[in-house]
């Protein structure tokens, strides 16, 4: 191609005409592709050589110090065959931008840019998918009992440290996010992945079937739920931003599969439509919620004790009490009977009169819980605001959970609580903040929440951040009462 263009300059004046040469040799630039595939892998072998053998190291110094090589390093004249495509890409749309319209070279060199583009794509592609398939090939090198995670087509999106909340300790797990599952593995070694790192297989979850929602869960912020139809858990991120990342990334994984069988099932003529929560009872592993989540049973609100143990519904993972999860249903994601809630029972099929009969016969059975004024969930998508502050009682400064509700103010033991300890109607309130040693509190970033004819409420937060954030919202909901 050189010596032909060279003579067609030469012959400028009498055939002005580069486009045909290009056309005809454009197919032949998609054999840089496989230069630029192994580019990387080729400079760290170059790298690696010449810190491990001083004599090839000596050979390299002493080509670079050639009068050709200009001074520059062995990696720059690597570099220059990637290179070639995208600069023979800007030559050619250069061409063409100063070739007038009816130019007779123009429609070859439109044809040689077009071949020339392919090529640049061809390439781009081959290293995506070389660079994902290395990145698969390390997740299956870096599992201790080497179990096959290689399919066709397997793409891996992501792949962080998220820390499993079980029913009452927090456990540092890894997940790598393919197109098809997320895999869930636990770290034996300390190395980061990439870098050594060695890891335990625990689960594959089919991406097919996964929800995944934002929670909020008393031991950790940033937390959410991945549910499927074999297993459900709960883990929590480093950071909201990471968080929403997660979240986002797995729904639209779930969604792009969810498209994918809904457009196969109507081309078989099943127009089943989605699954609501009854239906998914059952049917679908429940996340289990942290003990320190509810202080207390989440159907009767009778508080826990030493006595009164927690128990955990197998069908939707609430935490209730003996009486209120004394019975079994078979649950079809299981398998098997388990124990179920009062609630579930009856959605599933139970019926009021047998647990009515069971509760006969149980001499330990409660009395019939009667809803009170402060009977409102801990945790609620209608909440104004949510979150943990301290709240002074007598000369103590407790840890509480509080929401902004219903034009009112609650505190509760824990998010999960069904019955808040005490509240304070916000209507006629005032909010302020207050710094440590006024008004009887000896903490940073405190506000108070008071009325002329009651006492005051002390909270703290645990910075001015948050602090604003709370007194804001409160302002914000005040002055709204009495607008």
């Not at 003579?7 to 400028?12: D, I």
């Not at 781009?124 to 399919?151: C, G, P, R, W």
């Not at 820390?163 to 190395?191: A, E, G, I």
């Amino acid at each position: 191609m050189l010596d032909e263009l060279t003579t067609r300059v030469a012959e400028w004046d009498v055939n002005p005409k580069i486009g045909d040469i290009l056309k005809r040799f454009a197919p032949f630039l998609r054999v840089y592709g496989n230069f630029t595939i192994n580019f990387e892998q080729a400079v760290k072998t170059v790298t690696d050589m010449a810190k491990a053998d001083k004599k090839f190291k000596t050979l390299i110094q002493n080509f670079e110090r050639q009068p050709k090589c200009k001074m520059l390093g062995i990696s720059h004249y690597m570099l220059t065959p990637v290179q070639r495509i995208p600069r023979y890409n800007l030559l050619v749309q250069e061409y063409l931008k100063w070739a007038p319209e009816d130019h007779p070279d123009r429609p070859d060199a439109e044809t040689a840019l077009k071949d020339i583009s392919e090529a640049a794509d061809k390439a781009n592609q081959e290293i995506k998918e070389v660079e994902n398939f290395n990145k698969v090939m390390m997740v299956q090198l870096s599992l201790v009992d080497k179990s096959d995670l290689i399919q066709p087509g397997a793409v891996l999106l992501r792949h962080g440290p998220l820390t499993k909340t079980s029913r009452k300790s927090l456990n540092p797990r890894y997940f790598f996010l393919f197109n098809s599952m997320l895999v869930h593995v636990n770290p034996v070694t300390n190395q980061p992945f990439g870098e050594g790192g060695q890891y335990k297989l625990r689960d594959r979850l089919p991406i097919a079937d996964l929800l995944v929602e934002e929670k909020q869960v008393a031991p950790l912020p940033h937390a959410f739920t991945i549910s499927s139809k074999t297993r459900s858990i709960c883990v929590a991120a480093n950071s909201a931003k990471e968080r929403e990342e997660w979240i986002q990334d797995i729904k639209q994984c779930a969604e792009k599969w969810r498209q994918i069988q809904t457009t196969r099932l109507k081309a078989d003529g099943d127009e089943t439509d989605g699954v609501d929560e009854d239906r998914r009872l059952g049917s679908v592993a429940p996340v289990w919620l942290h003990d320190s989540s509810t202080s207390m049973c989440m159907l009767c609100a009778q508080s826990f004790s030493i006595v009164r143990r927690r128990h955990h519904c197998r069908c939707c993972g609430k935490v209730c009490c003996s009486n209120c999860s004394s019975r079994e249903l078979y649950l079809e994601y299981s398998g098997k009977k388990d124990r179920t809630c009062d609630s579930c029972f009856v959605i599933l099929g139970g019926s009021d009169d047998a647990a009515a009969s069971d509760k006969k016969k149980d001499k330990k059975a409660k009395p019939a819980h009667v809803p009170g004024v402060r009977e409102v969930k801990g945790y609620d998508k209608d909440s104004v605001c949510t979150g943990y502050l301290h709240l002074k009682v007598g000369l103590r400064w407790k840890r509480h959970w509080v929401q902004v509700r219903d034009l009112a103010l609650f505190w509760y033991r824990a998010p999960e609580d069904v019955v808040a300890l005490d509240s304070k109607p916000l209507p006629g309130h005032k909010v302020e903040c207050i710094k440590k040693g006024s008004h009887g509190t000896d903490r940073e970033h405190s506000f108070r929440v008071f009325h002329k004819n009651t006492g005051a409420a002390l909270f703290s937060a645990e910075s001015d951040e948050e602090r604003e954030h709370w007194v804001s919202v409160l302002r914000t909901v005040i002055d709204g009462i009495s607008a």
